[in-house]
Nanobody, 125 residues
Framework: QVQLVESGGGLVQAGGSLRLSCAAS????????LTWFRQPPGKEREFVAI????????NYADAVKGRFTISRDNAKNTLYLQMNSLKPEDTAIYYC??????????????????WGKGTQVTVSS
């Protein structure tokens, strides 16, 4: 079992940057494929980015490709999401999630074993 805690959210102007972190405790961090999801106001949860257990493979939603970067530090048991050139449509609660299901370009929320409670990101125009 692993516990996940997100941090780093906040209010930022359009064009700005934020770096989200997801700290993990419990079972070996490197056992998990990790993903960032987000849930905009009034909408369903959506995929943002995924990273393999070793960090060598990543994939991004088209909406964030070229602006967001997912990374992980297995020595620190931490997942990151660097968000640049933020847009008002990036406003959402951002969640990190972990699965032992192995690498895939994208996985449905139902495939994840563990979730954090989320961190709010608000981008003003």
């Amino acid at each position: 079992q692993v516990q996940l805690v997100e941090s780093g959210g906040g209010l930022v102007q359009a064009g700005g940057s934020l770096r989200l972190s997801c700290a993990a405790s419990g079972r070996t961090f490197s056992d998990y494929t990790l993903t960032w999801f987000r849930q905009p106001p009034g909408k369903e949860r959506e995929f943002v980015a995924i990273i393999s257990w070793g960090g060598g493979r990543t994939n991004y939603a088209d909406a964030v490709k070229g602006r967001f970067t997912i990374s992980r530090d297995n020595a620190k048991n931490t997942l990151y999401l660097q968000m640049n050139s933020l847009k008002p449509e990036d406003t959402a609660i951002y969640y990190c999630a972990a699965t032992t299901a192995g690498w895939s370009m994208e996985r449905r929320p139902s495939e994840y074993n563990y979730w954090g409670k989320g961190t709010q990101v608000t981008v003003s125009s």
